[in-house]
């Protein structure tokens, strides 16, 4: 293995933190439902630009990350982040082809996916059900991910993240 095997590793540890501590910024309590899934987009980016690098086992370590800093149930992120990696990492070449708005709508089709389990899981723990404008962040999730996808792609070139 060469250097070059291993460049970048600190830009893609500093975009996790940036997304994880969005995910955990303090918002008035009616806009709650409304928090953007940064971790998992910023999860979804890097598993379609170096899948051979940010993977399952990665996106879980992520997850569990995720689940401490947000006071979750130990496990229930990072269940949603390996499952949506492990998907992204399979089709990432497929991905790179689409265009912006192809991606966007898998992405949200994923994120839709992301939220899915973590409802399933509070239902299965017993947790009230989730109202519907708990479903509305990964429409909004989605609609940010072309810029999204253009920030992370220049940062990623500026810095020769391999």
């Known amino acids: 293995m060469t250097l070059s095997t291993h460049r970048g590793g600190l830009v893609i540890f500093?975009?996790?933190?940036?997304?994880l501590v969005l995910a955990i910024l303090p918002m008035p309590?009616?806009?709650?439902?409304y928090r953007l899934?940064?971790?998992a987009l910023v999860v979804i980016y890097w598993c379609i630009a170096i899948p051979e690098r940010v993977g399952v086992g990665f996106s879980f370590l992520?997850?569990?990350?995720?689940?401490?800093?947000?006071g979750s149930l130990l496990g229930q992120h990072a269940m949603g982040l390996s499952i949506i990696a492990f998907i992204t990492v399979k089709i990432h070449q497929?991905?790179?082809?689409?265009?912006?708005?192809?991606?966007a709508i898998f992405v949200t089709l994923l994120l839709f996916l992301e939220r899915l389990l973590f409802a399933w899981v509070d239902g299965a723990i017993g947790r009230p059900d989730k109202y519907a404008a708990f479903?509305?962040?990964?429409?909004?999730?989605?609609?940010?991910?072309s810029w999204l996808f253009i920030i992370l792609r220049d940062i990623r070139r500026r810095f020769h993240v391999s």
């Open 14 to 19: 500093i975009t996790i933190s940036i997304a």
């Open 29 to 33: 309590e009616t806009m709650q439902a």
């Open 37 to 39: 899934q940064w971790t």
């Open 62 to 70: 992520t997850g569990i990350m995720l689940d401490i800093v947000t």
């Open 94 to 103: 497929r991905l790179r082809v689409f265009p912006l708005w192809q991606q």
């Open 135 to 145: 479903w509305i962040a990964p429409l909004l999730g989605g609609l940010l991910w």
